[in-house]
């Protein structure tokens, strides 16, 4: 036989785990990983299950575990290609959790090895870090030092974007709710919302000058439409601020969305084994 008796039987935990991230179910799919690794410790096949555990659990967001798992890989050899792997999908699952400073921070445990891909791979993830983080100068200083060539030009594209995240007009906020403060509704119209500039005009417009217009004759009935033209004038100059900040966080995200969907190879794409 080509293979023990064991073996073959322990084969098909391989089997159902792949059938089982084909369905989705990859906390299950992790399980058979770990359970062949564990099992069959001096296989050849052994630190790739163990690693693929780690894969699987990165697809059911468990980030944690997933670092469980390649910090054990790292620790029974960190030196050779699945630790190496398992140190930079460590670092990705905290890009993927947004916790962009321990990317930025990431060093891989054995310092004697010199891999030149791990070393462009690594950068390439510090770049896409500072990248999100927007700090675009960063981002645009670590993807230049990346050869062109790397990750199907990847990092070339990823400069260039970077590059014009320099560039990415911004409203001030600041601005907005003083030109509201002096006319309501001028902040709206300073971001492009004419329809709700005319609004709070009128609103705010409406109810002062009619408080005004009315306080001889009847002073309760004006006194509330002052307040109550207070009150929209207050919103008017506040939510032309916050307004204006909601618009330049959706610029960014818009930014962000196309450079992913556009890149020819995402950060969490490399080693995917």
């Not at 785990?17 to 992790?30: I, M, P, Q, T, Y």
């Not at 400069?159 to 002096?182: T, V, Y």
């Amino acid at each position: 036989m080509s293979c023990s008796i064991a073996f073959c039987d322990d084969s098909i935990l391989l089997r159902l785990a792949e059938k089982l991230d084909s369905l989705g179910e990859h906390d299950r799919s992790a399980v058979e990983y770990l359970r062949f690794a564990y099992k069959n410790p001096d296989d050849a096949l052994a630190r790739w299950s163990l690693f693929r555990a780690g894969r699987e659990l990165e697809k059911d967001r468990n980030f944690h575990g997933a670092r469980a798992i390649y910090k054990e890989i790292v620790e029974k050899n960190p030196c050779d290609s699945f630790a190496l792997a398992g140190s930079y999908r460590s670092a990705v699952s905290f890009f993927n959790e947004g916790l962009l400073f321990r990317v930025v921070d990431f060093e891989p445990e054995c310092k004697k090895l010199d891999d030149e891909k791990f070393h462009y791979s690594s950068n390439y993830l510090k770049g896409w870090a500072f990248f999100l983080g927007r700090d675009y100068t960063n981002a645009e200083s670590i993807f230049a030092r990346i050869p062109d060539e790397f990750a199907d030009s990847s990092a070339l594209f990823m400069r260039e974007k970077s590059h014009d995240g320099l560039n990415i007009p911004k409203k001030s906020p600041i601005l907005a709710a003083s030109m509201s403060a002096i006319i309501p509704g001028a902040g709206r119209a300073y971001l492009g919302r004419w329809g709700d500039a005319l609004i709070d005009l009128i609103a705010v417009g409406g109810t002062l000058g009619g408080g005004y217009a009315t306080f001889e004759n009847d002073r309760t009935f004006a006194i509330g439409l002052l307040i109550l033209g207070i009150i929209l004038y207050g919103g008017n100059v506040y939510g032309s601020y916050v307004g204006t900040c909601w618009q330049n966080e959706e610029i960014q995200l818009r930014f962000y969305e196309e450079t992913r969907n556009h890149v020819n190879r995402r950060p969490e794409e490399l080693y995917d084994y």
